[in-house]
């Protein structure tokens, strides 16, 4: 018996036990996207945490958590470590080789989307200095008084905002109700005079007014009260960041943080609880192979009587034994391709939803290799499994079964 013939008979064994075939490979797709899920959705928001963070260099804030720090100021998550006297932002604005030195003021909300006290120079901030500016206007203009806002996307379109809506901003941030939203309330009425197109980041999801209002509306009106939430500090050189820093945590009114450290810090963090869960999915692969082991040792129960008859045609031992192997990885490959595809499609649902709860988007799952691999290797283990079932099959003799 020809190879090819091997082949056909396979798929007609295959055919005959549909039931039996995709029992196994739906175990075997189920352990791939177990396997896989958790680590691409967690790759997805360490992207897209990454993407959000490098339009500015160094942030300044309170001195406290740097991971707070960073998710209260960046992605509005959480309550800031406190503020920093305007004082500091003063001295790094006059600090030679400074790019930028955007504030930050929070503390209030609407509908529970942040209301972000800023300057224009936050509409000026670039991937690379010869980059156009990240943040670019849909429609109407940038803000020109107090009580000026520009919404970003996200929060136009679910907060319900359009060009010359106004509304008033309600303490804390994060959203009241009932007679308690009544009494936060503040006096100042925004103005809503321009529209952000969307950036799949963080400030979709802002109400960005000139930090004025803000000081205003906590009663800061003198030069020596006031105070922000944080700064976004950019530098012309490498060095002069550093040299920021350095400036910075010499003294005791605020801290430095470096985006990327925090992210590494994170990583490593994760890592631990990575290699547990690389730990759990070799398990439930291990799991898929015995599934795949118990399916071809039924079936080869099953078939006695036919490979009996296939040994009786003439076909040889190696033969018969090369039909179990094949069954085997056709069924394998069913289920590794089925799974492969099933973790995309719940990493990207499961990203998407996640994206909505942090205020960013998280970018599409990329299935690399590494990933892909953990996945392929149920191929040789489902093989490595059927090994017995195949010894067994070349060498049953066909005079007992017909």
């Known amino acids: 018996m020809r190879w090819p013939l091997a082949l056909w008979v396979a798929l007609r064994n295959l055919r005959a036990r549909l039931g039996a075939l995709l029992l196994t490979a739906l175990a075997v797709a189920l352990a791939t996207a177990t ?24 942030l300044i804030a309170a001195p406290g958590s740097a ?19 305007e004082r ?33 120079a936050f509409f000026d901030q670039r991937l690379k200095p010869e980059a156009p500016p990240y943040f670019r206007l849909g429609s109407g203009q940038l ?59 963080p400030v979709d999801g802002a109400l960005l007014t000139p930090i004025e209002s803000v000081w205003q509306a906590h009663g800061q009106t003198t030069p020596g009260g006031r105070e922000v939430t944080a700064i976004l500090y950019s ?45 759990l999915s070799l398990l439930v692969l291990g799991i898929a192979a015995l599934t795949v082991w118990l399916g071809v040792h039924a079936s080869a129960l099953e078939r006695q009587r036919s490979v009996a008859l296939l040994r009786a045609l003439g076909a040889a031992r190696g033969t018969v034994f090369g039909l179990v192997l094949t069954e085997t990885l056709l069924t394998v490959a069913l ?7 099933l973790s995309v499609l719940i990493s990207g649902v499961g990203g ?12 599409a799952p990329q299935l690399t290799w590494p990933l892909a691999a953990r996945a392929l290797a149920l191929i040789p283990l489902g093989l490595l499994a059927a090994l017995p079932p195949a010894v067994n099959a070349a060498r049953l003799s066909p005079l007992r079964h017909l």
Do not use: C, W
């Open 143 to 201: 803000f020109a008084r107090p009580l000026d806002v520009v919404v970003g996307a996200r929060a136009a379109r679910q907060g319900g905002l359009t060009l010359g809506s106004t509304f008033r901003g309600s303490h804390g941030l994060e959203e009241h109700h009932g007679e308690e939203e009544d009494s936060d309330e503040h006096d100042g009425t925004y103005r809503v005079v321009g529209i952000l197109a969307p950036t799949g980041g």
């Open 335 to 341: 289920g590794v391709g089925a799974g492969l595809l």
């Open 35 to 58: 396997a896989l899920t958790v680590p691409l959705v967690t790759r997805q928001v360490e992207r897209g945490a990454q993407e959000a963070a490098q339009v500015f260099d160094l």
């Open 67 to 85: 991971s707070q720090a960073l998710t209260s100021s960046l992605f509005y998550l959480g309550a800031p470590t406190g503020n920093v006297p």
């Open 88 to 120: 500091v932002l003063n001295e790094l604005r006059a600090m030679p080789g400074t790019r930028r030195a955007v504030p930050l003021a929070l503390g209030d909300n609407h509908l529970g989307f942040p209301i972000v006290g800023t300057t224009t």
């Open 235 to 279: 530098a012309d050189q490498l060095a002069g960041i550093y040299v920021a820093a350095q400036r910075v945590n010499a003294g005791k009114d605020a801290m430095a943080v470096f985006p990327g450290q925090v992210f590494a810090q994170s990583r490593e963090t994760l890592s631990q609880g990575q290699a547990a869960y690389a730990g």
């Open 352 to 363: 998407t939803l996640l994206g909505d709860r942090l205020g960013f988007t998280l970018p």
